[in-house]
């Protein structure tokens, strides 16, 4: 079924999950807006929408399907004939269309959740991606909870649904549970134990409740998953999905990983920007390749390391991710090397002696102001150095 089995598939729910975060609803141009977007940067499945749970979801996965041409539009179902066909009609006019049904795997979801039993829960598992299947030849299933179910239950979920229809299983972490060695085991056991596992493709779809969906999501395409279900700036449910950039970047600094993906990695600080913005969502300014400070040295050590070689404190070229410069940031644990570097910059190319002197003074100043700027070098120069060089 996959034709490079070195490729990971990007299948992006930044308009579905990452939308379920308060206050970041988008209206439906919007979305179509972060939709092409998204198929510029290479994305492979574009989750567009959950049809039946508004009317606003339903038009929104319409207008994407019209809107976009070259990735998959995907529109998530419960296990019930009612959602799918309301998903398979909000995807009437898809190019390339996939309906994602499921349902919970966990004996948590399967009792307390559905009230039902194992043996149920699988004969509704098979009957959703069956008649999914008499609408769209795509179809994706997922078994919800995934992370704390039973392994051997889990499999014989897996096997069924594949022999019922379905090219993709997305076996999620729904609460974000596992240690990367638990999920990546799970996978494994899975493409090691049920016998059609190569008739479909296997997704990891990660939750940061413990700030381990990416490294979760690493350890799922280590262990033979090769799609990764993720958003822009990680955003999602509760504490987020993972990070789309982060898995990307991932993949592209460890290349002995030996895993690609189609992403032109150069939109993604664009697109990071655009998200934030659309959704009135900010970036923790220490977030992964895409946060202000990503690229920014204020170390003394760091900027003189840096500078004397980018490679000696940055593993990602910030041009690769569409980022603009590294920056040195002045502060009072700034050396003489990041002091003499934005000096150059101005234009104020000083010998040692004065270098030293305007040292002193901008340590002074540091020590009394949060953040140097031009303006304060160019007037430390002119009111220090003017005064005791004359």
Avoid: W
């Avoid at 069956?130 to 609408?135: F, P, S």
């Avoid at 603009?324 to 990041?338: C, E, F, K, Q, Y």
Wanted: hydrophobic share 40%; net charge negative.
């Amino acid at each position: 079924m996959l034709h490079d089995p070195n490729r990971v598939h990007i299948f992006d729910t930044t308009l579905r999950d990452g939308e379920q975060v308060p206050g970041c609803q988008l209206s439906t141009p919007q979305k179509v807006e972060i939709a092409k977007s998204l198929e510029l940067l290479g994305v492979d499945v574009i989750e567009a929408g959950f049809p039946v749970s508004s009317p606003g979801d339903f038009n929104s996965v319409i207008e994407l399907s019209k809107a976009v041409n070259d990735p998959i539009i995907c529109a998530l179902t419960r296990a019930n004939k009612n959602d799918i066909d309301v998903a398979a009609d909000a995807l009437r006019y898809a190019k390339r269309p996939r309906i994602h049904t499921g349902i919970g795997a966990s004996d948590m979801h399967i009792k307390t959740k559905f009230n039902s039993t194992r043996e149920e829960i699988l004969e509704r598992a098979v009957e959703a991606v069956k008649y999914a299947k008499k609408y769209v030849e795509d179809v994706e299933f997922y078994a919800e909870d995934a992370g704390r179910a039973d392994i051997e239950y889990l499999a014989k979920m897996v096997e069924a649904v594949i022999a019922a229809g379905a090219t993709v299983v997305n076996i999620p972490d729904t609460n974000g549970y596992c240690l990367p060695d638990q999920y990546g085991s799970k996978i494994l056991f899975l493409k090691e134990n049920v016998k059609n596992i190569d008739q479909a493709i296997i997704s990891c779809h990660c939750h940061n409740d413990l700030g381990l969906a990416t490294a979760n999501s690493i350890a799922g395409l280590q262990n033979g998953a090769r799609q990764v279900e993720c958003t822009i700036n990680g955003i999602g449910e509760r504490a987020g999905n993972t990070s789309m950039e982060e898995v990307v970047m991932i993949l592209k600094t460890h290349k002995t990983l030996g895993l690609h993906t189609n992403i032109n990695t150069q939109g993604i600080y664009e697109i990071s920007h655009q998200v934030r913005n659309l959704m009135n969502m900010p970036v923790q300014p220490n977030k992964a390749i895409v946060g202000a400070n990503a690229f920014a040295h204020s170390s003394g050590i760091h900027q003189d390391g840096f500078l004397k070689n980018r490679e000696n404190y940055e593993i990602i070229k910030p041009s690769d991710v569409g980022f603009p410069d590294a920056t040195i940031v002045l502060t009072a644990r700034s050396g003489r090397h990041a002091l003499k570097h934005h000096l150059d910059r101005l234009g104020h190319h000083l010998d040692k002696d004065n270098l030293a002197i305007a040292y002193t003074a901008f340590l002074d100043l540091a020590d009394s102001k949060q953040g140097i700027n031009d303006d304060d070098l160019n007037q430390l120069v002119a009111l220090h150095l003017a005064t005791k060089l004359s």
